[in-house]
Nanobody, 122 residues
Framework: QVQLVDSGGGLVQAGGSLRLSCAAS????????MGWFRQAPGKEREFVAR????????YYADSVKGRFTISRDNAKNTVYLQMNSLKPEDTAVYSC???????????????WGQGTQVTVSS
């Protein structure tokens, strides 16, 4: 089992940057693919980014491509989401998740962080 704790959210103006972190417990972190998802009020949770077990391959939703960067440090049991050029439509609760398979589908992820709020003002 893996316990995930995500953090780093906050209030930022449009065009600004935030870096989200997801700290994992246990020593099996490196065997999981990791993803970031977000959910805005009144909307369903959507895929944001994913990264392979070794961190060599990344994939992003079209809405964040070129602005967000996902990375992981297996030695620190941590995955990151660097968010640049933030837009008001990026406002949502962001959650990290772990999966045994590389996927953009919510139901494929076994473990979830509690979520961290990101608010982007105009």
């Amino acid at each position: 089992q893996v316990q995930l704790v995500d953090s780093g959210g906050g209030l930022v103006q449009a065009g600004g940057s935030l870096r989200l972190s997801c700290a994992a417990s246990g020593r099996t972190f490196s065997t999981y693919a990791m993803g970031w998802f977000r959910q805005a009020p009144g909307k369903e949770r959507e895929f944001v980014a994913r990264i392979t077990w070794g961190g060599g391959t990344t994939y992003y939703a079209d809405s964040v491509k070129g602005r967000f960067t996902i990375s992981r440090d297996n030695a620190k049991n941590t995955v990151y989401l660097q968010m640049n050029s933030l837009k008001p439509e990026d406002t949502a609760v962001y959650s990290c998740a772990a999966s045994r398979a590389l996927s953009t589908i919510v139901t494929m992820y076994t473990y979830w962080g509690q979520g961290t709020q990101v608010t982007v003002s105009s």
